[in-house]
């Protein structure tokens, strides 16, 4: 993700802010079975919320009852989105990537968990329908352009690429349905997200952002739940949100790491803070978090590290010797 312009748009650190606190308010009127789906809203793209679930839960309970075929079709959606990404940088193979390893992980543990998933992913996306156009009438950009991602194909054999991206990712599903309780289901965004990118050394440089945005929204969402424990009021948890979210926006305008870092700690601290209030305890599922990044997704970017210095699927091309 580039950094958006201070000089397009000066408000945009405090829009972050801002969507905090409406998911909060929203939780009570849905009442969702996993409030850090609704409250983080991780996907922007609310079609993509709605449509991609409905087909992931059917596909789901169709091909639950012969593991071989459900595997070989989750393979095939994971080489599909990787395959995107390498070719063209599109944002929808990302997409594509992280319904599939959500509703598969937790469509491994019955038809109930896979509704579960979907219909938050609906809960998400009415919040995300509503709060983002507010909260930019409330506080429109500068200029009338859209900041828009430019995202960098990988070169060279990207069949390649994505079948060892594939493989890999996996292979840390069948982990990630072993260890994962259903409310740390954003352990596997994190998983996935870390192997996009096309290059060895992009791969690592993610795994570590991620880790680093884990560590920053970890301890703001502690800092704001200990703040909570003090005066166990609503307003004061709002506030605190409202805060870390305006401090972390700020930090993607100025702050000396990528603007994804900070963005992804956001969504961190309001995943952390909607369960630690709902349904379980912040300090474990932070602590949870941090493990199974390093565990998890470190181990699946040096493997694919390895794997694509082994095959040498992608010329090492001039800026990556800089």
Sequence with gaps: MSRPSADDDPHYGIRPGLTGPPSYAALPLLDPALPPIVAARLLSRVAAMITRPWIMTWLADALRPVPLDYVIAMWGLYFAGFLMVLRSGAQTG?????????????????????????????????????????????????????????????????????????????????????????????????????????????????????????????????AALMGFTLSPHLPIILGLIFLGGLWLGQKMLFGPHPGMVYQYAFWVILALVAGALIIQNAGHAAFTRIVLTVTGAFSAACAVALLDALTGWRPLLKENLV
């Design 94 to 222: 990302m997409l594509i990537v992280i319904v599939t390893v959500l509703m598969s992980v937790m469509g491994m543990q019955g038809s109930t968990t896979a509704e579960t998933i979907r219909d938050g992913f609906m809960q998400a996306a009415f919040v995300a329908l509503v709060v983002g156009p507010l909260v930019y009438l409330l506080v429109p950009p500068r200029t009338a352009d859209k900041h828009v991602d430019d995202p960098l194909p990988g070169h060279g054999n990207a069949v390649t690429g994505a079948a060892i991206r594939t493989t890999v990712l996996l292979a840390l599903s069948v982990w990630l349905y072993a260890v994962m309780q259903p409310t740390d289901m954003m352990m596997a965004v994190i998983a996935a997200m870390v192997l996009v990118f096309p290059t060895s050394r992009a791969v690592f440089s993610e795994a570590f952002q991620r880790l680093r945005a884990t560590l920053f929204g970890a301890a703001l969402a502690l």
